[in-house]
C-alpha cells in the first residue's frame, strides 16, 4: 500500500533513489529556504469537505479531530524527519484526495517539501518499481528548458504564485530508469503539481514592472540577475509539491532510435550499433531479446565492399555461409519474399538448417529475420531477433516493430551511402580515375584501409592493387610520318608570316624612318633564311617569340603614331590567327585532320568495348599521341563473380584484328575530307606469358612486375620504331596490318586468324612473315604482315 517514508527499510532504499535523482538536477545547491508544511492541504480539507454528506465527511471529521489536537501539524518543518516522526499516522489520510487507495498499486507517484530531494510520502507502484536493489534513477535532459538552472526556476514559480503573473513554468521532467548488469531501461516523464506549494516573504518585496521582467526572460541563464532581482533573503517556500510519473518508455525510446537512426553513421561503430540494438529491445518491452544488424547485398554479393563495416550478428562468423547456394533458411526467405519471417519454435523444425541449428546451440528457440530495404526496396540489411522462449514475437510485436522499420531502412542506406562516399574519396585521392572493370578491387582495398582506419591499427598506409597472371592485348594506330607532317605546317605557317610581316616593316621604315623597324626586319630575312635549311622545334620558338614579344608591340604602337599605316597593318593582323596573333593554317589544317582521325579510332574502340566488357569484363586503358595506342589486360584475377578461361582470350584476340580491320575502312571513309592528308599503320603486339601487374601510386597507372615481364613494356615503347632485321625498312607500313610476336606458338595462332580473315575478304591474300632488329637487346622478333582490302 502507498506509505509514508518512515521505519520501512524497503520505502527509505525508494527515497534514496528519488533523492540521488533529484540530487543530479542541482538541487544540492539550492538558494532558497524551504519549508516542509502540511497546512495548505490540511486548509484545503477544512474548506473543501466540511459540508459533504459522504464518505469524505468520515475522512474530514477525523482530520479535523486530529489537526485540534495536534496544532503542530500546522507548523512548518525544515527537515523531512520531524514531519514524518511527530504526523506520519494522519499523512497518509490528508493524501487520499490526491492519491486515492484505489490508484496507488498503479500509480508512480511522491510528495516531497519545496525542492528537497527526498519525498515524504511514495505510492506503491512507485515503491515496486524503485524496490530493485541495483535500480538507479537518472535525471535525463528533456529540453533545452531543463538546462535552466533550478535556482531560476524557483524565481519563475515567485512570479506566477506572488507577483501573479503566469508563465506556464510547470515543466515536464525526465527520468530514466536502469538496473544493474541488465540493458533493461524505462523513461519516466514527471508533472509537479503545485498547489501546495506557497511564496512567502521576509519584508517587503521588489516591485516588477514590464520591461524589467521582459530583462529577466530575455536571461533565462543568468542565474545572478535573476537572484539579485529575487533575493533568498526576502523570499522562502512552504508547503510541499506533489509528483507523478507517467511511463513514456515507448515514446521517449522511438525518439531516441530516431535521433540514432537518422544520424548518416549510425551503423559504423560497435557502440552505437548496440545502442540501437538494446532501444530496439527497450521499444518492443522483450528485454530477453537479442538483436543483430548487419548489411548486405542481395542477391548475395562476395566481395568485401558489400559489408560496409555494418556487422554486428546475435552469432559471430555465421555470416560468411549464410547465404551459400546448398543453403535454405530464415534468412534467404526473408530475402526472397522480402518481408519478415518468423520461427516461434526452433525445436519444432522438421528439417533445420545449420544456421538455424546454431541459434538452437545457443539456446535460442524463437527467431524473427527482417529484411532492411534501400528506396529501390532492394535488401540492403537484416535485423534479426532471437529469443530463450518459444513463442515470443507474436502478431502484435511484429505490427509494432514494422511500425519503425523505414527508420532502419534509411540509416542502413544512409550508413552505406557515407560508406561508399569515403570509399570513393579514397579512390580519386590516392588512385584517380580507374577504369569500371578493376573498380570493385579499388573498393575492397579502400574498404580496408577504412577498415584499419576504425580499429585504430598501427599501419594506415594503402595496400598495393595487383592483378596476377592476366593476359597483355596490346594495339597500335599510328600516324605515318606525323612529325614531319606536322614541321612541314610549321615551316609553312612561319615562311609565310616571315613573309608578310618583312613587307610590313620595309614599308613602315620607308615612311617613318624608325630604325628599330629596319633592324627587325633584318631579324625577319634571317630568320627566313634558316627555315630554308634542316628545320627543328627550336626555330619554331625562336621565330614565334621574335614576332609575339618584339615585332608585333612595335607594330601596334606604329598603327597609333602613324595614322597613315594604320589600314595597312590592320590588314596584316587580319591574315593572323585571332587569338595567336600569328599565321596559323596550316599547323590548324594539321591539328584538324589529327583530331578527325584519333576521334574516329576512339569513337570505334570505346563503342566495341562497351559490348566486350559484356562478354568478359577486362581491364582497358587508351591512350591519345599522334594516333592511338591501347592496352587490354584479361585474367581471372581481374573478375569480381564471373569464371575466366581461354576462349575468351581467343575472342578478344580475334575481335582485335576485326576492328583493325574496321578502324581501316572508316578512316579510308575519312581521309578525303581531310585538309592535310594523312595515312595510318596498324600493329598488335602478341605476349602470351601471363604477366603481373601493380597499380604504381606515383604514376596513378597500372605497370608489370619483375624484370622478365618488363620485355613486354620496352616492346611496347620501341617496335614501332624498329626496321627488319639487315634492312632499312620500317616494320610499320602504310595500309598493312603488322603481327608482332616472339614464338612460334603465337605465329600459328595468328595465321589462323589472318587466313580467316582472308576468307572474310577482309585481308589481301598475302601474308608476309619477316623478322624484326633486336629492340634494346631482346632478339627473335618476328613478325606477320597482311595488306587491308579496299
Known amino acids: 500500500m502507498s506509505s509514508v517514508i518512515h521505519i520501512n527499510p524497503s520505502l527509505r532504499k525508494a527515497?534514496?533513489?528519488?533523492?540521488?535523482?533529484?540530487?543530479?538536477?542541482?538541487?544540492?545547491?539550492?538558494?532558497?529556504?524551504?519549508?516542509?508544511?502540511?497546512?495548505?492541504?490540511?486548509?484545503?480539507?477544512m474548506s473543501d469537505f466540511k459540508d459533504r454528506e459522504d464518505q469524505l465527511k468520515i475522512l474530514y471529521n477525523e482530520i479535523k479531530s486530529y489537526t485540534d489536537e495536534h496544532p503542530s501539524i500546522l507548523k512548518a518543518y525544515?527537515?523531512?524527519?520531524?514531519?514524518?516522526?511527530?504526523?506520519?499516522?494522519?499523512i497518509h489520510l490528508l493524501l487520499s484526495s490526491v492519491f486515492p487507495v484505489s490508484l496507488s498499486e498503479n500509480m508512480y507517484g511522491y510528495a516531497a517539501g519545496p525542492f528537497m530531494m527526498e519525498p515524504f510520502y511514495i505510492t506503491t507502484a512507485l515503491q515496486n518499481l524503485l524496490a530493485d536493489a541495483t535500480a538507479e534513477l537518472k535525471f535525463e535532459l528533456f529540453s533545452e528548458i531543463d538546462k535552466i538552472p533550478y535556482s531560476i526556476r524557483a524565481c519563475l514559480i515567485i512570479l506566477e504564485k506572488y507577483y501573479k503573473i503566469p508563465l506556464d513554468q510547470v515543466l515536464p521532467l525526465l527520468f530514466s530508469l536502469q538496473y544493474e548488469d541488465t540493458d533493461m531501461e524505462r523513461f519516466f516523464k514527471t508533472t509537479s503539481m503545485l498547489d501546495f506549494l506557497e511564496v512567502k516573504t521576509h519584508g517587503p518585496a521588489p516591485e516588477i514592472g514590464n520591461e524589467k521582467l521582459d530583462f529577466l526572460l530575455r536571461n533565462l541563464n543568468d542565474a545572478d540577475l535573476w537572484l539579485e532581482t529575487f533575493s533568498p533573503d526576502i523570499f522562502y517556500f512552504e508547503g510541499f509539491y506533489l509528483a507523478f510519473m507517467n511511463d513514456v518508455t515507448e515514446v521517449e525510446t522511438l525518439s531516441r532510435l530516431r535521433k540514432l537512426l537518422l544520424t548518416s553513421d549510425s551503423f559504423q561503430d560497435y557502440d552505437t550499433a548496440r545502442m540501437v540494438a538494446n532501444l530496439t529491445r527497450v521499444y518492443l518491452s522483450m528485454f530477453d531479446v537479442e538483436v543483430g544488424i548487419f548489411a548486405i547485398d542481395y542477391p548475395f554479393d562476395k566481395s568485401l565492399s558489400h559489408r560496409y563495416n555494418m556487422q554486428y550478428p546475435i552469432i559471430d562468423n555465421h555470416l560468411e555461409n549464410l547465404f551459400s547456394a546448398k543453403n535454405d533458411n530464415i534468412y534467404i526467405r526473408a530475402c526472397k519474399e522480402n518481408k519478415i519471417q518468423i520461427i516461434s519454435n526452433l525445436e519444432q523444425l522438421d528439417n533445420?538448417?545449420?544456421?538455424?541449428?546454431?541459434?538452437?546451440?545457443?539456446?535460442?528457440?524463437?527467431?524473427?529475420?527482417?529484411?532492411?530495404r534501400d528506396h529501390n526496396k532492394k535488401v540492403i540489411g537484416i535485423i534479426e531477433l532471437a529469443a530463450p522462449d518459444p513463442y515470443v514475437f507474436t502478431y502484435v510485436k511484429r505490427l509494432k516493430l514494422k511500425e519503425i522499420l523505414p527508420l532502419y531502412d534509411v540509416a542502413v542506406e544512409d550508413s552505406r551511402n557515407t560508406v561508399d562516399n569515403r570509399i570513393q574519396n579514397i579512390i580519386q585521392e590516392q588512385f584517380t580515375n580507374i577504369h569500371p572493370s578493376v573498380l570493385w578491387k579499388f573498393s575492397e582495398t579502400a574498404f580496408n584501409y577504412l577498415n584499419r582506419e576504425s580499429n585504430n591499427d598501427e599501419i594506415r598506409m594503402i595496400e598495393p592493387v595487383h592483378f596476377n597472371n592476366v593476359y597483355p592485348i596490346y594495339g597500335q594506330i599510328d600516324i605515318n610520318s606525323s612529325t614531319t607532317i606536322r614541321?612541314?605546317?610549321?615551316?609553312?605557317?612561319?615562311?609565310?608570316?616571315?613573309?608578310?610581316?618583312?613587307?610590313?616593316?620595309?614599308?613602315?621604315y620607308q615612311q617613318t624612318r624608325f630604325h628599330l623597324l629596319k633592324k627587325l626586319a633584318f631579324e625577319v630575312s634571317v630568320a627566313s633564311a634558316n627555315l630554308s635549311e634542316e628545320f627543328d622545334i627550336n626555330q619554331e620558338t625562336a621565330v614565334n617569340n621574335l614576332l609575339a614579344e618584339e615585332i608585333n608591340p612595335v607594330l601596334k604602337d606604329i598603327r597609333i603614331q602613324y595614322p597613315d599605316l594604320k589600314e595597312r597593318i590592320d590588314g596584316y593582323f587580319s591574315a593572323m590567327d585571332p587569338d595567336l596573333e600569328i599565321v596559323y593554317e596550316?599547323?590548324?589544317?594539321?591539328?584538324?585532320?589529327?583530331?578527325?582521325?584519333?576521334?574516329?579510332?576512339?569513337r570505334h574502340?570505346?563503342?566495341?568495348?562497351?559490348?566486350?566488357?559484356?562478354?568478359?569484363?577486362?581491364?582497358?586503358?587508351?591512350?591519345?599521341?599522334?594516333?592511338?595506342?591501347?592496352?587490354?589486360?584479361?585474367?581471372?584475377?581481374?573478375?569480381?563473380?564471373?569464371t575466366f578461361n581461354l576462349h575468351q582470350l581467343y575472342n578478344l584476340r580475334?575481335?582485335?584484328?576485326?576492328?583493325?580491320?574496321?578502324?581501316?575502312?572508316?578512316?579510308e571513309k575519312v581521309r578525303p575530307g581531310l585538309p592535310t592528308d594523312m595515312t595510318v599503320s596498324f600493329l598488335v603486339l602478341v605476349f602470351n606469358h601471363p604477366l603481373n601487374i601493380t597499380f604504381r601510386m606515383e604514376e596513378k597507372r597500372f605497370d608489370v612486375d619483375t624484370s622478365y615481364f618488363a620485355r613486354y613494356e620496352i616492346l611496347k615503347k620501341r617496335i614501332d620504331k624498329a626496321c627488319l632485321a639487315g634492312r632499312k625498312e620500317r616494320l610499320t607500313q602504310k595500309d598493312k596490318l603488322v603481327i608482332v610476336y616472339l614464338n612460334d606458338k603465337d605465329r600459328e595462332e595468328y595465321l589462323d586468324y589472318l587466313q580467316f580473315l582472308i576468307d572474310e575478304?577482309?585481308?589481301?591474300?598475302?601474308?608476309?612473315?619477316?623478322?624484326?632488329?633486336?629492340?634494346?637487346?631482346?632478339?627473335?622478333?618476328?613478325?606477320?604482315?597482311?595488306?587491308?582490302?579496299?
Do not use: C
Open 352 to 372: 533445420p538448417s545449420s544456421i538455424e541449428l546454431n541459434f538452437l546451440a545457443k539456446g535460442y528457440k524463437s527467431l524473427m529475420v527482417v529484411p532492411l
Open 15 to 45: 527515497a534514496e533513489i528519488l533523492g540521488e535523482a533529484r540530487k543530479g538536477m542541482g538541487l544540492d545547491e539550492f538558494p532558497f529556504e524551504t519549508r516542509l508544511s502540511m497546512r495548505p492541504l490540511v486548509n484545503k480539507w
Open 78 to 90: 525544515t527537515d523531512v524527519g520531524s514531519l514524518v516522526k511527530d504526523h506520519h499516522p494522519i
Open 654 to 667: 580475334l575481335w582485335q584484328l576485326y576492328s583493325m580491320v574496321e578502324i581501316y575502312r572508316q578512316l
Open 487 to 508: 614541321n612541314d605546317a610549321v615551316k609553312k605557317d612561319l615562311s609565310k608570316n616571315l613573309y608578310l610581316v618583312s613587307e610590313i616593316l620595309e614599308e613602315a
Open 586 to 602: 596550316a599547323r590548324k589544317n594539321y591539328e584538324y585532320s589529327l583530331n578527325k582521325v584519333n576521334n574516329t579510332i576512339s
Open 605 to 642: 574502340l570505346e563503342e566495341q568495348e562497351l559490348n566486350n566488357q559484356k562478354i568478359i569484363p577486362h581491364y582497358f586503358e587508351k591512350y591519345k599521341t599522334d594516333g592511338i595506342e591501347y592496352t587490354m589486360y584479361v585474367g581471372q584475377s581481374l573478375l569480381q563473380k564471373e
Open 761 to 790: 575478304s577482309l585481308l589481301e591474300s598475302e601474308i608476309e612473315e619477316v623478322e624484326v632488329e633486336r629492340v634494346q637487346g631482346i632478339q627473335g622478333i618476328k613478325a606477320l604482315r597482311a595488306n587491308f582490302k579496299s
